[in-house]
Structures are given as structure tokens and as C-alpha cells.
């Protein structure tokens, strides 16, 4: 027992704490993870229903926080990259990996509907579920750490590793304004025709609430729709 | 003040502010946004404090000591940050079974536990094969061009489809929306 807390005073190393900026800072991550708590559940994105909806194709609220999300990002970073103010921290593209990874990840989301960053968000508002998910999460990360161990599994994911790459480097673009050009074109298009549909179904779906409501006679339970 | 009251912001501007909370995260932090790595170094955390001996000897740990950092903050910092804008807009609600899972799977209330610890399972296990969940690996690559992020975008989305399709089978359509 002693020993366990011990341990556990080992895991906060005090010195940490003292900036704001730089990757290791407790303060800097608290900071943008409370601005990001506040921006997701703004959204209304912290939710089982949104989560869900998405992937039986009747609630498309994430893919139009999305939509400008990439589109805004993308150009933002790639100029403050040019003018030298941040730099970037490309991830390793492992094709296999990534593949598998995210059918894993994609049939997860679909049964437990909460993703790491949404898990947390929903925990803070009240859905007791999304601690459970959370743990389940942790428990996965234990799960694959132990088997990465043992087993090949690192040798049989990691076939096609491409590195550290990005789109203009492999197509050899002389410059990777022509991708964002495009890119955000094709979001700015997607993004007017998915918005378009998504108020047609909000449309349509408040239109079932009432006919279902006149036809059975008494109150349905409507969730309020705030705008 | 007023606007942080409201229940819902425009879906436009929350894109652009999280594209803008990205940024401040690339200028302030110098690391992508990410989520998944705060739970790999919380089940370092775990494994180190309950079996010491056992997890110097797991080589994938090395990437992740047990050392609260930056990623675990990030986690904290959403739970309350979400607490607090949903308590100040008066959403703030205990539930355990949400109202779509309802419809699709009856209101018991050990089902849905079991079942979202069994989806996350797969998630830590899926995030950890593709070195990214969808705040790390997806957003943060696609905004910096990278393959990985595309790749993770479009097999999440099949992975997504197909488990809906094959989990809920004839109650996927639900006849209400969130």
C-alpha cells in the first residue's frame, strides 16, 4: 500500500508546471483542453445521439463542424508555417496500420458512440456512460501495449511505412498551395450541399414529431431543436 | 457572456474556432491537439503504480512513461471545460442511457454499460494500431496533408458504417434525431 502511493507521487514531476508554453506544460494543455471542452459542447457534439446519428445518416452536425474545421485549419497552419511562426508535427503514415486501426476505431465508435476527446466532453456533461466508455479505452490502450509485446503484431502492421510524409512531398508538388487550393474548394462545395441536406432532415424529422403527436393524441417527448 | 448562455453556437463558427484553438495548440503547446495518447499514458500510469516490475518490461511503454504530462491535462481540461459551459447553459444532466440507444436497444441500463465498455475497448485498440484517435490522427493530419489522416478518415468512416449497419441491423433508422 505504501509503496502504491509512492508510486503514484512518482507520476506528477513538479517541474512540469512551471510554463505555459512548450509540449511538456500542464498549464498550456488545461488551458486548450477548457477552450476545446467549451467549443465541443457548443457544438452539441458531446452526444450519444449526434455520434450515432452520423453513422445511420440522419444527423450530419459533424461533418459540418468538419468541413470549415479542415478547411480553416489547413490554410491557417499551412501560412503560419510560411511566414515561420509554427512548425509542423507530421504522424507517421503506416498504411496497413492506419487501415485496420480505423475499422477497429470506426466499429467502436458506432457501438459505444463516444470517441476519446467526445468521451470527455460528454463525461463533463452528465452522461455516466461515457465514463465507462473511457474506461474501456484506457483498458484497450493496456490490451494492445501487452500484445505489441509478445507477439509480431508491430512486424505485420507496419508493411507499407511511408514515414513521415506529406501529399505535396509524395506527388513532388513544387508548392503545397495548389493542394489547400483545391482541397478547400471541393469543402466549400461539400459543405453548402451537406448543410442544405442537414436542414432538409431537421425539417423533415420535426414534421414526423407532429404528425406522430396528432396521430397518437398525446405529447410525444420532443427534444428542443436550439438554434 | 450572453453568447456562452446559448445552447447551441453556429455549427460555422465552431469549425472555425476549433481550427483556431488548433493553431493556438501548434503555436503554444508545439504538438498537435490529440486525446488518445492521454489514455495510453494513464494506462501507463495504472500499470506502473499497481505492477512495477511487470510494466519494465513492456517495451511499448517506453514511448509512454508514467509521467502525468500535457495529454492527461488536455483531458482534464475538456471534462471541466464542458462542465462548466453546460452547467452555465443550464444542459448539464446525469444520464446513463442516451435516448437513441434507447429506441434502437431497450432502456436497460447494464446492456449499454457493457456494451460502451466493449466499444471502448475497441477504440483504445483501434487508436493505438493507427497511432491517433480522430482529434490526433485524423483532424491534425488532415490538416497538414498527411496520407495517414486521409487513410484514417476513409477507413473509419467504412468501419463506422458497417457496425452500424450490422449492430443495430433493422433499428438503425430511428425516427428522431438528437
Redesign the interface.
Given at each position: 500500500m505504501d509503496g502504491i502511493l509512492m508510486r503514484l507521487k512518482d507520476t506528477f514531476d513538479p517541474s512540469t508546471i512551471e510554463a505555459v508554453r512548450g509540449p511538456a506544460s500542464l498549464y498550456g494543455g488545461l488551458i486548450v483542453g477548457f477552450l476545446l471542452g467549451i467549443v465541443l459542447q457548443k457544438g452539441r457534439l458531446g452526444k450519444f445521439d449526434i455520434v450515432s446519428g452520423m453513422f445511420r445518416m440522419q444527423d450530419f452536425t459533424f461533418w459540418r463542424v468538419g468541413t470549415p474545421l479542415l478547411m480553416f485549419g489547413m490554410v491557417l497552419i499551412y501560412f503560419f508555417k510560411d511566414i515561420g511562426v509554427v512548425e509542423l508535427y507530421l504522424p507517421r503514415t503506416v498504411v496497413l496500420a492506419q487501415l485496420f486501426g480505423g475499422v477497429l476505431f470506426g466499429a467502436g465508435l458506432a457501438i459505444a458512440g463516444y470517441c476519446p476527446a467526445i468521451a470527455a466532453c460528454a463525461l463533463g456533461e452528465g452522461a455516466l456512460d461515457a465514463f465507462v466508455a473511457m474506461a474501456g479505452i484506457v483498458f484497450g490502450s493496456i490490451l494492445y501495449a501487452e500484445m505489441y509485446d509478445g507477439t509480431q503484431l508491430d512486424k505485420i502492421v507496419s508493411f507499407i511505412d511511408l514515414g513521415r510524409v506529406t501529399f505535396p512531398e509524395i506527388f513532388l508538388v513544387f508548392n503545397h498551395w495548389f493542394f489547400i487550393m483545391g482541397f478547400v474548394f471541393m469543402c466549400a462545395m461539400f459543405l453548402l450541399g451537406i448543410s442544405m441536406y442537414d436542414e432538409f432532415l431537421k425539417a423533415s424529422f420535426s414534421l414526423i414529431d407532429k404528425v406522430g403527436e396528432k396521430l397518437s393524441g398525446s405529447k410525444v417527448e420532443r427534444r428542443k431543436q436550439p438554434r | 457572456m450572453n453568447y456562452?448562455k446559448?445552447?447551441?453556437?453556429w455549427?460555422?463558427t465552431?469549425?472555425?474556432?476549433?481550427?483556431?484553438?488548433?493553431?493556438?495548440?501548434?503555436?503554444?503547446?508545439?504538438?498537435?491537439?490529440g486525446?488518445?495518447r492521454?489514455?495510453?499514458v494513464?494506462?501507463?500510469?495504472?500499470?506502473?503504480?499497481?505492477f512495477?516490475e511487470h510494466a519494465k518490461?513492456?517495451?511499448?511503454?517506453n514511448a509512454?512513461e508514467?509521467?502525468?504530462?500535457?495529454?492527461?491535462?488536455?483531458?482534464?481540461?475538456?471534462?471541466?471545460?464542458?462542465?462548466?459551459?453546460?452547467v452555465y447553459s443550464g444542459?448539464?444532466?446525469?444520464?446513463?442511457?442516451?435516448?437513441?440507444?434507447k429506441t434502437s436497444k431497450g432502456s436497460s441500463v447494464m446492456r449499454?454499460?457493457i456494451?460502451?465498455?466493449?466499444?471502448?475497448?475497441?477504440?483504445?485498440?483501434?487508436?493505438?494500431?493507427?497511432?491517433?484517435?480522430?482529434?490526433?490522427?485524423l483532424?491534425?493530419?488532415?490538416?497538414?496533408?498527411?496520407?495517414?489522416?486521409f487513410?484514417?478518415?476513409?477507413?473509419?468512416?467504412?468501419?463506422?458504417?458497417?457496425?452500424?449497419v450490422l449492430?443495430?441491423r433493422l433499428r438503425?433508422?430511428?425516427?428522431?434525431?438528437?
Open positions: - | 456562452l446559448k445552447k447551441q453556437w455549427l460555422f465552431v469549425g472555425v474556432l476549433f481550427a483556431l484553438l488548433e493553431l493556438l495548440s501548434f503555436y503554444m503547446s508545439k504538438r498537435p491537439l486525446a488518445s492521454g489514455y495510453a494513464i494506462g501507463s500510469i495504472i500499470e506502473y503504480v499497481l512495477p518490461t513492456v517495451a511499448y511503454w509512454y508514467p509521467v502525468i504530462e500535457w495529454t492527461v491535462a488536455v483531458l482534464v481540461g475538456i471534462v471541466s471545460g464542458s462542465m462548466f459551459s453546460s444542459e448539464f444532466k446525469l444520464t446513463v442511457v442516451p435516448q437513441m440507444w449499454r454499460l456494451w460502451a465498455f466493449i466499444g471502448g475497448v475497441m477504440i483504445g485498440f483501434g487508436s493505438r494500431l493507427a497511432m491517433g484517435c480522430t482529434l490526433g490522427m483532424i491534425s493530419g488532415v490538416i497538414q496533408l498527411t496520407p495517414a489522416g487513410i484514417f478518415m476513409m477507413s473509419l468512416w467504412m468501419g463506422g458504417m458497417l457496425m452500424t449492430f443495430y438503425t433508422v430511428t425516427l428522431h434525431r438528437g
